[in-house]
């Protein structure tokens, strides 16, 4: 069974930085698309970053475009998302997601694993 264990959030204020990590296990991790969404309280889900495991393409969401970076470390089987510049409307539970869609225009939301999420809080 795919497991995706995700580890990195936490509370910081506007202006700091955290770094979210997605460990993911029994999965074949090159040659897949994985990527973090965002779900904040009232609001519907939200596609952040994708790449593309192994070249390492990437995709990142205009929302977040220049203040976040995804990326991975093959030998680990982990991707991580460096947030930077946090902002109070970044508030909200990221998840991890593996086995999607690959795409180099837009986020696809097709993926058949998911983590459990992690809390992320920014304060004004």
């Known amino acids: 069974q795919v497991q995706l264990a995700e580890s990195g959030g936490g509370s910081v204020q506007a202006g700091g930085s955290l770094r979210l990590t997605c460990a993911v296990s029994?999965?074949?991790?090159?040659?897949?698309?994985m990527g973090w969404f965002r779900q904040a309280p009232g609001k519907e889900r939200e596609g952040i970053a994708t790449?593309?495991?192994?070249?390492?393409?990437?995709y990142v969401a205009d929302s977040v475009k220049g203040r976040f970076t995804i990326s991975q470390d093959i030998r680990k089987n982990t991707i991580y998302l460096q947030m930077n510049s946090l902002k109070p409307e970044d508030t909200a539970v990221y998840y991890c997601?593996?086995?999607?869609?690959?795409?180099?225009?837009?986020?696809?939301?097709?993926?058949?694993?998911w983590g459990q999420g992690t809390q992320v809080t920014v304060s004004s």
């Open positions: 997601a593996a086995g999607g869609s690959w795409s180099d225009s837009e986020i696809l939301s097709d993926f058949q694993y």
């Open positions: 029994t999965y074949r991790f090159t040659s897949n698309s």
């Open positions: 790449i593309y495991t192994g070249p390492g393409a990437t």
